[in-house]
């Protein structure tokens, strides 16, 4: 069964999207998804954080993907180098030492935008139409939460947040209860989840349902533009791990599941819950803790997804990346 998005969005109304991430083998993925989308989604800038790898690569990185692309003209915005509370962790170990594993990187010929991602989230989502502006984030929620604290009303422009983060039926990636991206800030995915802003999760639950597999892989190698050699041959550098760790034929793509949400939402399912996240220091540290049963009668503050089609997914991936040199 499918369901509409959390805020009830037309597939077919162009969205108007800001992307945070930390890029990242699938944020890299991811990215390029987005960046080809070019007749459903208005990218106003891609934002950047800490995370897979620190912040100069992954600024560098969410640059790559922008040249690959051929999308110079959409801005790129560093923002927070730490989490706003913890230690910063990284996922080098995932990742390769560059955050992206398997392709030789460069320096983009294109530089960052002046200002800061956290400076440009307040600006323009205060000077936005209300409930307009989309943001798809892609690793831990620093910058979104900076910019909670330092203007609430911030709130006003966004029309919905969707995030790539979180476990609940699978278990978490860096701790047995914990997926990476909120294990990395819980403190700022608590703030994220306290504002009211409408928010959509793509959690672990689904992202370990959408596998590659080496028939999906053939298919964006068959592609051959530029675009498409770098996926492979990131993906199959990247997804060594899990199918290592979870003794399964494929690996995830996890933040490319956000992108084709926002495209495609039919391809997912789900349902409204009370949503926490622990921010205790301890073995809990980052579990989101979801209330699926409404046992507890809470609020409920995220419409979470739980089932996707594998293979519409990577269908939709392909089709896309086939737009790209």
């Known amino acids: 069964m499918s369901l509409m998005t959390a805020t009830g ?32 989604l208005n990218i106003r800038a891609l934002t950047t954080v800490a995370g897979n790898v620190r912040l100069h690569k992954t600024s560098r990185n969410a640059r790559l993907a922008r040249e690959w692309a051929g999308r110079e003209e959409v801005p790129v915005y560093a ?34 935008a002046e200002g ?46 969707v995030v790539m983060g979180g476990a609940h039926f699978n278990g978490g990636n860096i701790t047995p209860l914990a997926e990476f991206n909120l294990f990395a800030d819980p403190q700022a995915a608590e703030v994220v989840l306290n504002s009211g802003v409408p928010l959509t999760y793509l959690p672990l639950d689904v992202t370990h349902k959408m596998l590659t ?33 979870y003794g399964i034929a494929g690996g995830p793509v996890h933040d490319a599941t956000v992108i084709a949400y926002l495209l495609k939402p039919q391809l997912f399912s789900g349902r409204a819950v009370n949503v926490v ?20 009668k809470a609020p409920k503050n995220v419409f979470w997804v739980e089932g996707g089609d594998a293979q519409g997914f990577f269908d939709l991936l392909t089709e896309r990346l086939a737009r790209l040199k």
Not at 30 to 36: D, E, Q, T, V
Not at 126 to 153: D, F, K, Y
Request: glycine share 6%; with cysteine; aromatic share 4%.
């Open 277 to 296: 996240v622990d921010c205790g220091e301890g073995p809990t540290l980052g579990q989101t803790v979801v209330d699926w049963y409404d046992d507890l």
């Open 213 to 245: 597999s080496d028939a999906r892989v053939q298919k964006i190698a068959a592609l051959n533009n530029n675009a498409s050699r770098q996926v492979v041959d990131m993906l199959n550098d990247y997804i060594k791990a899990d199918m290592e760790r």
């Open 116 to 161: 800061n991602a956290v400076e440009y989230l307040v600006n323009t989502l205060t000077a936005a139409r209300p409930h307009s502006i989309t943001i798809a984030m892609l690793g831990p929620q620093t910058n979104l939460a900076l910019a909670l604290v330092q203007e609430p009303n911030i709130v006003q422009g966004i029309k919905e947040v």
């Open 79 to 112: 923002g927070a180098s730490t989490p706003l509370l913890r230690k910063p962790i990284y996922a080098e170990d995932i990742h390769g030492k560059e955050g992206v594993s398997g392709i030789t990187v460069h320096e983009p010929e294109k530089g960052l």
């Open 9 to 40: 969005v037309d597939a077919a109304e162009k969205i108007d999207l800001i992307i945070d991430a930390d890029p990242g083998v699938d944020d890299m993925v991811a990215l390029l998804f987005a960046l080809a989308s070019t007749q459903e």
